[in-house]
């Protein structure tokens, strides 16, 4: 099934990106701010060995648009677009049919205010 979606998005012009599985906790609590529900309640934030807070991500967007920025994607023909597989984890208790881990498969069009999938 994931096979079948990729060949989809690859078809309409998308790349795969994949980001790291432990990010900066600053990265998640500056993109969403630190009172949302996001970084109170779903993030699994610990310390490493230098004294830095890390999280795997509990959604992907905010690890997308840092890989966007920090490899110049900007400068690319824009929209860039771009597709993901990957874990995602909630600290909270999950509710009814929703999991601690989970996969979530997406992809984003950034660069542009349209959104519609159109081949090109």
Same mark, same amino acid.
């Given at each position: 099934?994931?096979? $079948?979606?990729?060949?989809? #998005?690859? $078809?309409? %012009? =998308?790349? *795969?990106?994949?980001?790291?599985?432990?990010?900066?906790? &600053?990265? #998640?609590? *500056? %993109?969403?701010?630190?009172?949302?529900?996001?970084?109170?309640?779903?993030? =699994?934030?610990?310390?490493?060995? %230098?004294? *830095?807070?890390?999280?795997?991500?509990?959604?992907? +967007?905010?690890?997308? %648009?840092? &890989?966007?920025?920090?490899? !110049?994607? +900007?400068?690319?023909?824009?929209?860039?677009?771009?597709?993901? +597989? @990957?874990?995602?984890?909630?600290?909270?208790?999950?509710?009814? !049919? &929703? =999991? $601690?881990? +989970? =996969?979530?498969?997406?992809?984003?069009?950034?660069? @542009?205010?349209? &959104?519609?999938?159109?081949?090109?």
């Amino acid at each position: 099934m994931i096979a $079948r979606a990729e060949a989809v #998005f690859v $078809r309409y %012009g =998308y790349r *795969r990106i994949d980001t790291p599985m432990f990010e900066e906790t &600053r990265l #998640f609590s *500056r %993109g969403v701010g630190n009172s949302t529900d996001i970084v109170r309640k779903e993030m =699994y934030t610990f310390e490493d060995l %230098g004294g *830095r807070q890390h999280d795997p991500p509990p959604g992907g +967007h905010s690890a997308r %648009g840092a &890989r966007y920025v920090e490899h !110049g994607m +900007h400068t690319l023909p824009q929209p860039v677009k771009l597709y993901y +597989h @990957s874990p995602m984890f909630r600290y909270e208790s999950p509710q009814s !049919g &929703r =999991y $601690r881990q +989970h =996969y979530q498969l997406g992809v984003e069009a950034i660069g @542009s205010p349209d &959104r519609r999938l159109t081949p090109r």
